[in-house]
């Protein structure tokens, strides 16, 4: 409760334990019965999973061997659920990286700055649900909430609706990409700017969701966001 898990492979866990997962992650609290009693226990915590886009690793990559059969391909994926995916926020895709990057001297943006950036975020969504109950940050928000605090203009608009329409998206993914947009307009301390193209993208980008694929964000603890990271190897677009 309130903290991290991480499963490392998450095709290789059994597909029963991966599906008790969807109550936690929806209500954030897990329930227990027994024959004699039933328990009730928080659960909120961050869920961060990595996989290989194949058994082999290297599928769809122009530079590798394929390795994988297509019943194999089917037979690996199908052990994550789509409701399960569903519930995921954010799904990244983590391509090689070539000789030239991992080579270069240009620094990035360091811990500490980061830092900074999300405990600023966070103190603003602090602010925003100070009068709400048991709402602290934007992962919590419900429809209501999101009504009011995710206003989008008209070409926000157009743009999740042709998303919606487009790859058949459900209500669920509805709220979490507008969460997402949300969180990252928090970490930009932009007000009434929303970021759907990118929480769009990022979202999308599993190959649940048709394999669009889209640029990184800065994942961070406070949000509560959750992520599923493809593992170097992926390739361009499934």
């Known amino acids: 409760h309130n903290g991290v898990l991480f499963l ?31 328990v009730t226990y928080p659960s909120s915590f961050m869920l961060v999973a990595s996989m290989n886009p194949s058994p082999g690793g290297y599928f769809n990559d122009p530079d590798a061997p394929v390795t994988s059969s297509p019943a194999e391909m089917q037979r690996y994926l199908s052990k994550i659920s ?42 603003i969504q602090t602010q925003r649900f100070a009068e709400i109950e048991n ?38 993914a509805y709220d979490r990409i507008l969460k997402v947009a949300r969180t990252i307009a928090d ?25 669009v694929r889209g640029g990184p964000i800065t994942l961070a603890k406070p949000f509560n966001t959750v992520a599923l990271t493809m593992k170097a190897g992926w390739g361009n677009k499934l």
């Open 187 to 211: 970490l930009e301390n932009a007000t009434d700017v929303f970021h759907l193209s990118e929480s769009n993208s990022d979202y999308l980008s599993s190959p649940s969701f048709g394999g």
């Open 82 to 123: 789509g409701p399960l995916l569903d519930r995921i926020d954010i799904h990244i895709e983590v391509t090689p990286v070539p000789f030239e990057k991992l080579s270069e001297e240009r620094k990035g943006e360091g811990s500490v700055e980061i830092r900074k950036r999300v405990t600023a975020a966070r103190e």
């Open 135 to 172: 709402v602290h940050y934007n992962a919590q928000m419900n429809t209501k909430h999101i009504r009011k605090y995710c206003i989008m203009d008209d070409a926000s608009k157009e743009l999740l609706k042709n998303a919606m329409e487009r790859l058949n998206l459900s209500a669920r």
């Open 8 to 38: 490392d492979e998450l095709p290789e866990f059994k597909r029963g334990v991966l599906e008790v997962m969807r109550q936690p992650l929806e209500d954030r609290e897990v329930t227990i019965s027994r024959a004699r009693f039933t």
